[in-house]
């Protein structure tokens, strides 16, 4: 079974400071690794993947997240944090397609504050 | 390009009423579709999922059913809203691929 556990629901930085959002997950096959950013009253806007190609990922808005296999995680970060950053975050994971199905499991999310 | 739309964006029902929310997908074709609910604090719950036109799985035991009438269409129903049933509605669509699009969302709210 999979699952997502992300390191705190609430996180909260200064402008122009370093984002770092912890996400680890658990996966009894090479995993697919997802973070998708969501703004107040959207959708999910899928931020970056690691799909067993590089392990430095990068994504959009400056994001980016390394895969650590040993440590089993998916830290996302950022370098320097800027007002519009401000939203929730999910990190989520997938043993990948099968039978047609894809099942994605969602961490609870962490939404982020950014103090100006 | 491909693109996801949900109606309602926004619902005010009674306790008691029925549901119906739709998904369409724009600019694919045969692709799986989803079902989540995301309630405050708790992430987000797969509520079905469909490999095809008529063919509809579910997750969880609910009050809720669905339905793909059309290959790009997936329909969220309820013959009687429950005040536990409130919450953000979000579909996606995958084609083939690992990655799950998701559309703008409905926010029902049963009163």
């Known amino acids: 079974a999979q699952s997502v556990t992300q390191l705190g629901s609430h996180v909260s930085v200064s402008e122009g400071a370093l984002v770092l959002l912890r996400c680890n997950y658990s996966s009894s096959v090479p995993p697919y690794l997802f973070w998708y950013v969501q703004y107040p009253n959207q959708g999910l806007q899928l931020l970056l993947k690691?799909?067993?190609?590089?392990?430095l990922v990068k994504g959009i808005n400056g994001f980016e997240a390394e895969f650590k296999k040993s440590e089993t995680s998916f830290h996302l970060t950022k370098p320097s944090a800027h007002m519009s950053d401000a939203a929730e975050y999910f990190c989520?994971?997938?043993?990948?397609?099968?039978?047609?199905?894809?099942?994605?499991?969602f961490g609870i999310g962490t939404k982020l504050q950014v103090i100006p | 390009s491909q693109t996801i739309h949900q109606w309602p964006a926004t619902l005010v029902q009674p306790v008691g009423s029925p549901l119906s929310l739709e998904c369409t997908v724009e600019g694919t074709s045969n692709p799986n579709l989803y079902w989540y609910r995301q309630a405050a604090g708790r992430g987000l719950q797969l509520l079905f999922y469909?490999?095809?036109?008529?063919?509809i799985s579910s997750e969880v035991p609910q009050n809720l059913s669905a339905s793909r009438p059309q290959d790009r269409q997936f329909i969220l129903s309820s013959k009687k809203l429950l005040l536990s049933d409130s919450g953000f509605y979000l579909c996606?669509?995958?084609?083939?691929?690992?990655?799950?699009?998701f559309g703008p969302g409905t926010r029902l709210t049963v009163l």
């Open positions: 989520a994971v997938s043993d990948g397609p099968y039978g047609g199905y894809q099942k994605v499991t």
């Open positions: 690691y799909t067993s190609a590089a392990t």
């Open positions: 996606a669509w995958t084609q083939g691929a690992e990655t799950q699009y």
């Open positions: 469909s490999v095809g036109i008529g063919q």
